[in-house]
Each structure stands twice: as C-alpha cells, then as structure tokens.
C-alpha cells in the first residue's frame, strides 16, 4: 500500500534528495517549497531534539498538515560534541559550509583522535502526535579536505567501514552509512506499520 505524502520541513534540497533515494517509491514527501510554504525556520534550541521539533511543529501549525523535519549535527569527541546543534553555523552567523570546515580542521589540526560521529533527529507530527527517530553515524575527521559530492562537512568525514570521505561518495554510496539514512528508515517502518493499524 502507498503511503500518503506528507510535507518534509525544509528548504534543504540536499538532505531532501538524500531522505528520496531512501524512500524510493516507498513514500513521496514535498519540501517547503513545493508545498507552498516559503518560510525560513529559525533553530534556535540548544539540541537537535528541539530544533527538530521545532521545525516540525511550525509547519504542522500553519498548513494543518502531518508533516516531518529534521535537524542534523556532527559531534567530535575531541571538541566534546562540538560543532553539534551550532554545525551550521559554527564559524559564522550566516550558514558557510567552508568557513565551518576550515574553522574545525584548525581547531584539531594537532589531535590524533580524530573521532566523530553525525548525528540526525526526526520530528514527526502525526495526527496530533509528535514522535522522533534518530539515526548515528560513526567515523572520523580528516586532515584535509576530498571530494566534491555533497553538503556541509562531507569533505572532510570518512565513516567507519569506508576509505574515503562522504564528498568522495555519490548520493547511492554515502547513504550506504548515512545518519540520515538511518533516521529516514526508522520513520517509514513507523509510518508502514501505523498506517497499517489506522
Ligand atoms: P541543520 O540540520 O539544517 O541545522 O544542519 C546542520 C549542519 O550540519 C549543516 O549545515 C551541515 O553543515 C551539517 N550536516 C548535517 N548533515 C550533514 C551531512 O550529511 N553531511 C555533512 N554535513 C552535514
């Protein structure tokens, strides 16, 4: 049985095309702007809990409509989970995707625990419920950055099992590992099995 659309609560279109290709024809979600919703969200919350619910709650009160979002961090062990809830915009106010890698590669240019992990939460809201769903991804930072695929820190985070960096990945390859990934298959065993009984 197709699953019904629901409203992704982003403007994001990398995250919006990594979440499709795990959804397939599984379920087919609108980001903001092709529901018609031209908004910016702002994350103003100290974790990616409440930003995601955030997120979530904003749209599902304007359009009245079940909806999800997400909100996404990268945590590095040697920064006690810094960048974190601030990944977007750790080196500047405005999000910069450079300026954020340059700033971390400075920050642990002489720290050989290279640890770290991506972290994603999802908000769903549901018929009057909010429910949330979390994926994780291991790996480490590099000392340079590689490759030119994606978004974000992917330059520069190879996952565990892999040789090269998310950016040296198409989308197919890196969702293989991704948080994201992780977070998005939870939501649709969720929604397969609540439709099932609704
Ligand atoms: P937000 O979830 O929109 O607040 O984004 C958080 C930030 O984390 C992004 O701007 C990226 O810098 C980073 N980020 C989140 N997910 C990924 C990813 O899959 N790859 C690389 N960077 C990511």
């Known amino acids: ?20 290709a795990v959804l397939a024809d599984l379920l087919s979600i609108q980001t903001l702007k092709e529901a018609g919703i031209l908004i910016e969200i702002p994350e103003p919350h100290d974790t990616l809990e409440a930003n995601a619910s955030e997120k979530s709650g ?17 945590e590095v062990e040697a920064l006690q989970g810094e960048p974190g809830v601030k990944s977007a915009r750790y080196a500047d106010n405005e999000p910069h995707y450079k300026n954020n890698i340059d700033k971390l590669l400075q920050k642990i240019k002489a720290v050989t ?19 949330f769903f979390e994926g994780v991804c291991n790996g480490r930072i590099t000392y340079t950055e590689k490759g ?23 989308m197919d390859e890196k969702n293989i590992y991704s948080h994201r990934k992780k977070a998005t298959e939870k939501l649709v065993t969720f929604l397969k099995d609540y439709y099932d009984k609704n």
């Open 113 to 131: 625990d290279r640890t770290a992990r991506f972290r994603t939460v999802i908000s769903l809201q549901l018929d009057g419920q909010e429910y």
């Open 148 to 170: 030119e695929e994606g978004f974000g820190y992917d330059p520069v985070f190879i996952p565990d099992g892999a040789s090269k960096t998310f950016a040296e990945m198409g």
């Open 1 to 20: 049985m197709a699953l019904p659309s629901i409203i992704f609560a982003s403007n994001n279109l990398h995250k919006a095309n990594e979440i499709r």
């Open 58 to 74: 904003v749209i599902n009160k304007l359009s009245g409509k079940n909806c999800f979002s997400e909100d996404s961090g990268l």
